[in-house]
T-cell receptor, first 110, second 116 residues
Framework: GQQVMQIPQYQHVQEGEDFTTYCNSS?????IQWYKQRPGGHPVFLIQ?????EVKKQKRLTFQFGEAKKNSSLHITATQTTDVGTYFC??????????FGTGTKLQVIP | DTGVSQNPRHKITKRGQNVTFRCDPI?????LYWYRQTLGQGPEFLTY????????KSRLLSDRFSAERPKGSFSTLEIQRTEQGDSAMYLC??????????????FGQGTRLTVV
């Protein structure tokens, strides 16, 4: 079955440093979504990527969808303590089972 | 509150008992998903509905699990003869599918099940 892996599993950064998490799928994805889950909370939608090579930005967050639509990345510039949480990629959304990635837990040291 | 609502928030049950959880999605959303999440893991897909039709069910789900969405609105997830391995957070999400493409999924707060 489809597998979605994320690396790294954990990342500790000093506040102000950049952070990147990578998502790799064993199969081609028609689309992918990114979610953030705060400790003790539920996943909250961040963005959806659909097109090959797509890049989207939300303030300090930059999302990329690979050309082959099998990988994706999330980059955070100048992390803040509010960025703490676990970031998941998930896909494909549509008439199919949705698989969540293994997640990257981000800790920001003030 | 117009978000996704799940009840109960917490459930402690003895092994072998049956439990039922309820999810009320955002009213105009036609898709509803059930996930299970254990500590330190990502949400694991259980099943999903398009309106009242159950379109897919995880092969990981045993026959002890059943889900319904009778009128295409709220959904229930029942676990029969609970086992300790069923202890987890059960998450419900809903979304609006337009021409086959999902928009963002909104998650409820989850129901935390503890089987003792």
């Amino acid at each position: 079955g489809q597998q979605v892996m994320q690396i790294p599993q954990y990342q500790h950064v000093q506040e102000g440093e950049d952070f990147t998490t990578y998502c790799n799928s064993s199969t081609t994805l028609s689309n992918i979504q990114w979610y953030k889950q705060r400790p003790g909370g539920h996943p909250v939608f961040l963005i959806q990527l659909v097109k090959s090579g797509e890049v989207k930005k939300q303030k300090r967050l930059t999302f990329q969808f690979g050309e082959a639509k099998k990988n994706s990345s999330l980059h955070i510039t100048a992390t803040q303590t509010t960025d703490v949480g676990t970031y998941f990629c998930a896909g494909p959304w549509g008439y199919q089972k949705v698989t969540f990635g293994t997640g990257t837990k981000l800790q920001v040291i003030p | 509150d117009t978000g996704v609502s799940q009840n109960p928030r917490h459930k402690i049950t003895k092994r072998g008992q049956n439990v039922t959880f309820r999810c009320d999605p955002i009213s105009e959303h036609n898709r509803l998903y059930w996930y299970r999440q254990t500590l330190g893991q990502g949400p694991e897909f259980l099943t999903y509905f398009q309106n009242e039709a159950q379109l897919e069910k995880s092969r990981l789900l045993s026959d002890r699990f059943s889900a319904e969405r009778p009128k295409g609105s709220f959904s229930t997830l029942e676990i029969q003869r609970t086992e300790q391995g069923d202890s987890a957070m059960y998450l419900c999400a809903s979304s609006l599918a337009l021409q086959g493409l999902d928009t963002e999924a909104f998650f409820g707060q989850g129901t935390r099940l503890t089987v003792v």
